[in-house]
C-alpha cells in the first residue's frame, strides 16, 4: 500500500511539473496563445521561433495512424479563442487520430497572413483552423483556392458576411464553416417568451467589430424593428476605452427606453459578441437599472453579481466541439468540406443567473431553466456547469 501512494503521488507531482513546464513555455509567447488546465496534460507545447509567435502541440501518447498536421490561424488574442483552442486539444486528445497542432499568429497583418497561406500550401497541412472571424474572412476573400481544408472556429455567421450562399447546401470548396450564431428568428422567440411585451430592445457593440455589427446587431435590430420593438444599437468606438463609453452611453440609452416603459418591465439589453464589450459586464451592469442584462455569449454568465442576467447564444465551447468534429471528420475521410452545410449549434446554449434576477425581480420561464446548460443560483453559486448538476449545489 505504501509503494502504491508513493506511485500515485510521484505521478501527481509529475503531472503538476509537466503543466507547470507547460506553463513556463507558453508564457513566452506573449499572451497571444493560453489553454485552460483541462487541456495540459495530453499534450507537449513547444515554441519553436525566435519572435515567439508559434506554438507547437504534439500529442503525449500516440495512437496508431499517418500523421496529421493542422495548422490554426490567430489573427490576435481573444479571451474566447483560449476557450476554443482549449476545447478542440480537448476533444482531439480523445480522438483516434495521431495529429500535431501548431498555431500560429499573423497579427492581422497583410503580408503575415500572405506568408501563412504560402506556407498552408507548401507544407501540405492535413487541416488548417481559421481562429476567429477575422481569420476566415482574410483566408476567404485572399486565398478562396486552398489546396487544403480550412474550417473556421469561433467565427460569425458566414451566410450574413457573404461568405456561403445560405444554410442548406456546402461550399463547393475546401471551406467548411461553423457559426457562433442563432438564426434572428430563434433569438427573438426567446426574448419575446422572456418579455412576452418587450418595448425596447438595446443592442450593446464594438463599432469595430465588423463581423458583430453585421451578424449579430443589425440582424436583430432588423428583426425586432419588423416586429414593432423600439430597437437601436449602443456602440462602443474605442474598445480600449469600453468601461468608460458604456458609462457615458448607458444612463440616456436608459432614459429613452422609459419614454416608451416608464417601468422598465418591457425592455431588455442585449449584449454582442464583441469581446470589448461583453468584458465590461460589471459596469454594464451598473448602469442598467432594472433592465434585465442579456448576452449572445454564454460565458458572460458567470459565478457571483458580475454577470449577465441570462445568455442565448451559442458557447465558445459548444462550436469549438463542433469545429472539432468537422476537422475529425474531413480528417478521417467522412466528409469533404466542399460538402458540409453551415454548422449551427442546436437548441441554444442557455446560462442563467438567479441571482441577477432577483435583483431586479425577474422570473424566468421554465423552459429556459430546463434547457439551461449553465445556471447559478439566488447567491450567484454554480449549480449546473455543462450540464451536469454540481455536486452540493443549492
Known amino acids: 500500500m505504501r ?28 499572451g497571444w496563445f493560453k489553454i485552460f488546465d483541462a487541456a495540459f496534460d495530453p499534450w507537449t507545447f513547444l515554441v519553436p521561433d525566435s519572435d515567439n509567435q508559434r506554438v507547437v502541440m504534439q500529442r503525449k501518447n500516440l495512437v496508431a495512424g499517418p500523421a496529421r498536421r493542422v495548422l490554426v490561424v490567430y489573427p ?117 417568451e422572456l418579455r412576452p411585451s418587450l418595448k425596447n430592445l438595446a443592442v450593446l457593440v464594438d463599432a469595430k467589430n465588423v463581423s458583430a455589427v453585421d451578424t449579430q446587431s443589425r440582424p436583430i435590430i432588423a428583426g425586432a424593428r419588423a416586429q414593432g420593438i423600439e430597437a437601436f444599437e449602443i456602440a462602443v468606438r474605442d474598445p480600449v476605452n469600453a468601461a468608460a463609453e458604456l458609462t457615458q452611453l448607458l444612463p440616456p440609452a436608459i432614459d429613452k427606453m422609459r419614454l416608451s416603459d416608464p417601468t422598465l418591465h418591457n425592455s431588455l439589453i442585449w449584449i454582442t459578441g ?89 422570473k424566468i420561464p421554465f423552459r429556459f431553466l430546463e434547457s439551461a446548460t449553465f445556471v447559478y443560483d439566488r447567491n450567484g453559486k454554480p449549480v449546473r456547469l455543462r450540464g451536469q448538476d454540481v455536486v452540493g449545489g443549492s
Open 274 to 362: 464583441s469581446t470589448s464589450v461583453f468584458a465590461e459586464i460589471a459596469a454594464i451592469n451598473r448602469h442598467a437599472d432594472r433592465v434585465p442584462v442579456l448576452s449572445v455569449v454564454p460565458e458572460v454568465v458567470r459565478e457571483g453579481s458580475d454577470s449577465a442576467l441570462l445568455s442565448i447564444g451559442v458557447s465558445f465551447e459548444s462550436n469549438a466541439q463542433l469545429a472539432a468534429q468537422y476537422g475529425a471528420d474531413i480528417m478521417s475521410g467522412k466528409s469533404k468540406p466542399g460538402d458540409m452545410k453551415v454548422g449551427i449549434v442546436s437548441p441554444p446554449d442557455i446560462a442563467v443567473n438567479f441571482k441577477r434576477a432577483a435583483d431586479i425581480g425577474l
Open 76 to 192: 490576435r488574442k481573444s479571451s474566447a479563442y483560449d476557450v476554443a483552442m482549449t476545447q478542440i486539444l480537448t476533444d482531439f486528445a480523445a480522438k483516434p487520430l495521431n495529429v500535431t497542432f501548431t498555431a500560429l499568429h499573423y497579427a492581422n497583418d497583410v503580408a503575415r497572413g500572405d506568408a501563412v497561406a504560402a506556407e498552408i500550401e507548401r507544407e501540405r497541412y492535413d487541416l488548417v483552423y481559421a481562429m476567429g472571424s477575422e481569420s476566415i474572412a482574410f483566408l476567404h476573400a485572399r486565398h478562396p483556392a486552398i489546396a487544403v481544408p480550412v474550417v473556421s472556429v469561433c467565427a460569425k455567421d458566414p451566410v450574413q458576411l457573404g461568405q456561403m450562399n445560405d444554410y442548406e447546401r456546402g461550399s463547393g470548396s475546401n471551406f467548411a464553416f461553423t457559426s457562433l450564431n442563432l438564426l434572428v428568428e430563434v433569438q427573438l422567440s426567446y426574448l419575446k
Open 3 to 30: 509503494l502504491l501512494a508513493l506511485a500515485l503521488l510521484f505521478a501527481l507531482i509529475s503531472t503538476i511539473a509537466r503543466a507547470d513546464d507547460s506553463v513556463q513555455v507558453l508564457n513566452r509567447v506573449g
